[in-house]
């Protein structure tokens, strides 16, 4: 398809499970975001790349979560040992230059842990 | 502490008036203003923005209005439609920053009665 795509949609995991959520960006976009959207927030930044390169990984809130795009293209978000907190929507957005105004985001993947 | 908020988690509008959607921020280093539109099981959608030097910018019926001293934005829709009914988001990013630095309010869910 054209816009960005999500896998899973939908993921329950049990607390203590690894997850991994994948993102395919637009075709061309150089630039991938994560971010994480709790219950009744706005999205918060978690990661960037530009390229294969991760440039920013700021946000991820602790060292449970790892994200790669080895190639470029689709990039991987891992969570390791998952807690309840980490239930939220994961949107992956991509753009291809650094302007606001043209980030497109997925449909996000909705992980909720048990 | 959030450095941008939407106060109002909802509104109610009839179609065909207006809706008038406010956020506030505190960064003094934001100049550049988004908003998003996110209907459900979808990913936030690009609406309008407005950069610092401007205080309006339009977009057909929707209507951003900038006023740097009250560190105030708000987005109107003029006429409201019931296909306008989605959570809309403001967002920010600071001075020579990048969609990396975007920092999103909790959104405001409209909903646009026919």
């Known amino acids: 398809g054209a816009g960005v795509s999500q896998s899973p949609r939908y993921k329950v995991a049990k607390r203590g499970q690894d997850v991994a959520l994948r993102c395919d960006p637009i075709?061309?976009?150089?630039?991938l975001f994560w971010y994480q959207q709790a219950l009744g927030q706005g999205p918060e930044f978690l990661t960037y790349f530009q390229n294969e390169a991760q440039l920013d990984k700021s946000g991820l809130p602790s060292d449970r979560f790892f994200a790669e795009r080895p190639e470029g293209s689709v990039s991987t978000l891992k969570i390791q040992r998952t807690q309840q907190e980490d239930s939220a929507v994961y949107l992956c957005?991509?753009?291809?230059?650094?302007?606001?105004?043209?980030?497109?985001f997925g449909e996000g993947s909705w992980l909720t842990v048990v | 502490d959030q450095q941008v908020k939407q106060n109002s988690p909802s509104l109610s509008v009839q179609e065909g008036r207006i809706s008038i959607l406010n956020c506030d921020y505190t960064?003094?280093?934001?100049?550049?203003f988004l908003w998003y539109k996110k209907y459900p099981a979808e990913g936030p959608t690009f609406l309008i923005s407005?950069?610092?030097?401007?205080d309006k910018n339009e977009d057909g019926r929707f209507t951003v209005f900038l006023n740097k001293s009250a560190k105030h934005l708000s987005l109107h829709i003029v006429p409201s439609q019931p296909g306008d009914s989605a959570v809309y988001f403001c967002a920010a990013i600071p001075k020579s920053g990048s969609a990396r630095q975007l920092t999103f309010g909790s959104g405001t869910q409209l909903t646009v009665l026919p």
């Open positions: 960064n003094s280093m934001f100049d550049y």
């Open positions: 407005i950069s610092s030097i401007k």
């Open positions: 957005a991509s753009s291809s230059g650094p302007s606001g105004n043209t980030i497109y």
């Open positions: 075709s061309g976009h150089v630039s």
